[in-house]
């Protein structure tokens, strides 16, 4: 069957327990990669900060160059299981600055593109939690995207999530999946997470995807964990818990293209009232 006919595809997300021992990390998600290669996921996806834990005071210690150990592997185990992998994201070290990056590569081995978190993590919600990315890091100013037999995929990071006009415009570019390597954590995770993945999905008709570490109770940050993938109907397609997991998932194109022929929303916007544009263009 020729690629332009094939109407659906199979992602994984790798729900990975992630330690304080890059090496170890770093084994083990190639272990968990491999695995879901095996199991005919044709996109697999690693989650925020995959090979270190997450914290401002991890970043520094754990920060690598692009190319560097970490891309190094992804680029090696894209290549053997001829798939796409997006590398959850690392503390990306660029001179005196500090990013949370995603890179992407193909099936080839090739960096496809590579995403810096674009709004930095900065809350403070009393009595639960407090946190500043920016004191640690950097933000990125790049939309990411990359193209596949099936669609075009965006990227962003977690926090990113939470701005929807950041999902419109990639929807507008043309992507019909976008992924989250994300984080939550004990509060908002319970509150918003699955609520965001579905109001994305819904909103831009079309699938999203969000990969999450699993949940270390003994961690200075615990995730919430349930990395998630979500249907253009706002439907959770799969879900993990908290455990590390590999959650498999089919994005259907054909039922994206019945969707918003039912619900033609795209077409119906008000551009003589309203209008929506990324500033810079696709990286």
Same mark, same amino acid.
């Given at each position: 069957?020729? /690629?332009?006919?094939?109407?659906?595809?199979?992602?994984?997300?790798?729900?990975?327990?992630?330690?304080?021992?890059?090496?170890?990390?770093?084994?083990?998600?190639?272990?968990?990669?491999?695995?879901?290669?095996?199991?005919?996921?044709?996109?697999? /996806?690693?989650?925020? %900060?995959? @090979?270190?834990?997450?914290? !401002?005071?991890?970043?520094?210690?754990?920060?690598?160059? &692009?190319?560097?150990?970490?891309?190094?592997?992804?680029?090696?185990?894209?290549?053997? %299981?001829?798939?796409?992998? &997006?590398?959850?994201?690392?503390?990306?070290?660029?001179?005196?600055?500090?990013? @949370? +990056? %995603?890179?992407?590569?193909?099936? +080839?081995?090739?960096?496809?593109?590579?995403?810096?978190?674009?709004?930095?993590?900065?809350?403070? &919600?009393?009595?639960?939690?407090?946190?500043?990315?920016?004191?640690?890091?950097?933000?990125?100013?790049?939309?990411?995207?990359?193209?596949?037999?099936?669609?075009?995929?965006?990227?962003?990071? %977690?926090?990113?999530?939470?701005?929807?006009?950041?999902?419109?415009?990639?929807?507008?570019?043309?992507?019909?999946?976008?992924?989250?390597?994300?984080?939550? !954590?004990?509060?908002?995770?319970?509150?918003?997470?699955?609520?965001?993945?579905?109001?994305?999905?819904?909103? @831009?008709?079309?699938?999203?995807?969000?990969?999450?570490?699993?949940?270390?109770?003994?961690?200075?940050?615990?995730?919430?964990?349930?990395?998630?993938?979500?249907?253009?109907?706002?439907?959770?397609?799969?879900?993990? @818990?908290?455990?590390?997991?590999?959650?498999?998932?089919?994005?259907?194109?054909?039922?994206?293209?019945?969707?918003?022929?039912?619900?033609?929303?795209?077409?119906?916007?008000?551009?003589?009232?309203?209008?929506?544009?990324?500033?810079?263009?696709?990286?």
């Amino acid at each position: 069957m020729a /690629a332009e006919c094939i109407r659906k595809f199979r992602v994984a997300l790798v729900q990975l327990a992630v330690v304080k021992d890059k090496a170890s990390n770093l084994q083990r998600a190639g272990q968990l990669i491999r695995e879901a290669a095996g199991k005919g996921a044709n996109i697999i /996806a690693l989650p925020e %900060c995959f @090979n270190c834990p997450y914290g !401002n005071k991890y970043f520094p210690e754990y920060a690598e160059s &692009i190319p560097g150990a970490s891309t190094d592997l992804l680029s090696s185990i894209a290549k053997d %299981c001829s798939i796409y992998l &997006i590398g959850g994201s690392i503390p990306e070290r660029d001179g005196d600055r500090l990013y @949370n +990056t %995603c890179t992407v590569f193909g099936p +080839t081995g090739t960096l496809l593109t590579k995403f810096r978190k674009m709004h930095l993590f900065d809350i403070d &919600i009393p009595g639960k939690i407090t946190f500043r990315e920016s004191d640690a890091l950097s933000p990125g100013d790049q939309f990411a995207t990359f193209d596949t037999e099936w669609c075009k995929v965006g990227v962003a990071i %977690c926090y990113d999530l939470r701005f929807k006009d950041l999902a419109s415009i990639y929807a507008q570019q043309g992507c019909q999946l976008l992924c989250y390597p994300g984080a939550f !954590n004990m509060t908002t995770g319970p509150a918003h997470w699955e609520l965001l993945v579905r109001s994305r999905a819904l909103d @831009n008709q079309l699938y999203v995807a969000t990969v999450s570490p699993a949940r270390d109770e003994a961690a200075s940050y615990v995730a919430w964990g349930h990395s998630t993938l979500a249907n253009p109907w706002g439907e959770v397609v799969a879900k993990a @818990n908290e455990k590390e997991d590999i959650v498999y998932g089919d994005v259907d194109l054909e039922f994206l293209e019945n969707v918003r022929k039912q619900i033609p929303v795209t077409h119906q916007r008000r551009l003589d009232l309203y209008t929506m544009s990324s500033q810079i263009p696709p990286h």
